[in-house]
């Protein structure tokens, strides 16, 4: 039988992808971006009706989730998100920003590297690739055994809709020879810009790599809170929404209740009339030695099952209807399961005085994991609200939206993303890997005359209507009418140094 080093296979073929990937980029910044819109449209058209065949094949796969909820999320990507990643401003533009005033453009970021997780594969591949073609940025996937397959037929779609808009090839990357070295020599290469390693559970990329921007994605240890004034039924439909959702496995998913003693009661009514089934200390106990190791971590083949599944194989009888799993705690602990992430649809549940001790609850668990990702607050009363968003160590704050459909944008105002940084786990970001991320965003600075904005219009990098903008002096003066007209009249250096004498002379007055 001939031996076959698999390893040096994939890094055989890790070193052509990157190669070929290198040289794309002279070819996608010129690309117009017609033909980058119409890519993108012709992927919706594409993968759009394959969405619960595509669904069903990374489940039956992985043996992960649910298929109907991965086709759901998988059509809202080609739907909503690649909505939302369209309508952001083009790469090599110059544009204007509404908040500072200043002038800058985008350009591609490099070469991003992406180590795909065993769950969610192909929405996830999926809304990278997007921010990727939107910022004209070639990109690398890996996947591992586990989903392989799924994402190389996947890739091959997306492939042959590339070929017939005259998109380059070589700018979509799949390693099809997949091994851990292969992956570990991507990484480490300088020719990458950028690495995502989705793969919470083994990650590729243990720490920051030097002049690369890395994201650590993960689900994360995210608490919610219901305080006094908040509406019972709609927490309880975004929590148990959230956490059920593909069996717990949602980026950002719910992982604790943190619920103030006056509603308490009301509150786990309406829980249980949701399908939630609070479990009894002993029915708990066998729960964690089913689902973790001694050591705490998860069994992997118990990653992403239903609530009545898991408790089936504890030995615990549950209605077949149940879809949350929640363990009452009174306190948090480092040696406890349940006050870390749960891969799978189980809630831990904790009961304050006051929302201040919740406070500090929720503080304990985002920081006893170290990967919280997302926090949610039900509330009406606004200054809770506001300590809420000031004090908590976490990237995104959800106001009255669960974390497992806010924290990713499904349900809230937050980008669009399904790749969730943590905390204390993101190199380069603490909120999530959006459109933003693929991009580097420079700063252009010109003279304060208009002649000076008018020149970018001229150069072609600037639409009429961002040269018409006002300039930073204007901008400055527009208040006081007389000295607008004599910036307008003066050079550009003469007008900013009156400018400036004049506001010294302004500050000394009080």
Request: glycine residues 8%; contains cysteine.
């Amino acid at each position: 039988m001939p031996l076959i080093d698999n390893d040096l296979l994939s890094i055989q073929e890790a070193r052509i992808l990157l190669e070929h990937a290198e040289e794309s980029q002279g070819v996608l910044e010129g690309l117009g971006d017609g033909l980058v819109r119409g890519f993108l449209q012709q992927l919706r058209e594409r993968l759009l009706p394959q969405a619960g065949d595509l669904a069903k094949q990374a489940c039956r796969e992985s043996d992960y989730g649910n298929p109907e909820d991965e086709r759901a999320l998988t059509e809202w990507v080609l739907t909503e998100m690649l909505d939302e990643v369209s309508s952001q401003l083009e790469v090599q533009q110059i544009y204007r920003d509404g908040w500072t005033h200043g002038i800058e453009t985008g350009l591609p970021k490099g070469v991003v590297v992406s180590f795909l997780p065993d769950w969610l594969t192909v929405p996830t591949l999926l809304s990278q690739l997007l921010c990727a073609v939107k910022a004209k940025t070639p990109v690398i996937f890996s996947a591992r055994v586990r989903t392989h397959a799924t994402c190389e037929s996947l890739m091959a779609e997306v492939a042959d809709v590339a070929a017939a808009c005259h998109y380059p090839l070589e700018a979509l990357g799949f390693l099809h020879q997949y091994s851990e070295e292969g992956d570990a020599w991507l990484a480490c290469q300088p020719a990458v810009r950028m690495v995502i390693d989705s793969r919470e559970y083994e990650r590729v990329v243990a720490s920051d790599l030097g002049g690369k921007d890395v994201y650590h994605a993960s689900i994360g240890n995210n608490p919610v809170f219901v305080e006094e004034t908040a509406d019972l039924a709609h927490c309880a439909e975004e929590v148990v929404a959230g956490k059920s959702f593909c069996y717990g496995m949602m980026p950002g998913a719910e992982q604790s209740l943190v619920v103030e003693r006056a509603v308490d009661e009301k509150f786990r009514a309406q829980l249980k009339a949701r399908g939630c089934y609070f479990l009894s200390d002993e029915e708990a106990e066998s729960l964690a030695k089913t689902l973790f190791k001694p050591c705490g971590k998860p069994y992997r083949e118990l990653i992403g099952k239903s609530a009545f599944d898991m408790a089936r194989r504890a030995g615990l009888v549950v209605p077949e209807s149940t879809k949350v799993l929640v363990v009452e705690k009174p306190y948090v602990s480092e040696h406890s399961v349940f006050s870390k992430a749960k891969y799978g649809p189980v809630l831990s549940y904790y009961v304050e005085e006051s929302w201040r001790g919740a406070c500090e609850k929720c503080i304990e668990l985002i920081l006893n994991s170290g990967d919280g990702n997302a926090l949610s607050i039900f509330s009406r009363d606004g200054e809770v609200v506001r300590q809420f968003v000031l004090k908590k160590p976490v990237g995104r704050i959800l106001v009255n939206v669960g974390t497992g459909m806010g924290a990713t944008g499904c349900h809230s105002t937050l980008p669009k993303t399904l790749t969730i940084t943590g905390w204390d786990n993101a190199c380069s970001s603490d909120m999530g890997v959006t459109y933003r991320d693929f991009i580097r965003r420079r700063q252009v600075g010109v003279g304060a005359s208009h002649g000076d904005c008018e020149l970018l219009k001229d150069a072609g990098l600037m639409d009429p209507d961002e040269a018409a903008a006002p300039t930073a002096c204007e901008s400055a003066c527009e208040k006081e009418p007389d000295r607008l007209e004599e910036c307008r009249e003066k050079p550009a250096s003469e007008s900013m140094s009156n400018w400036f004498s004049s506001l010294l002379e302004d500050v000394k007055t009080y």
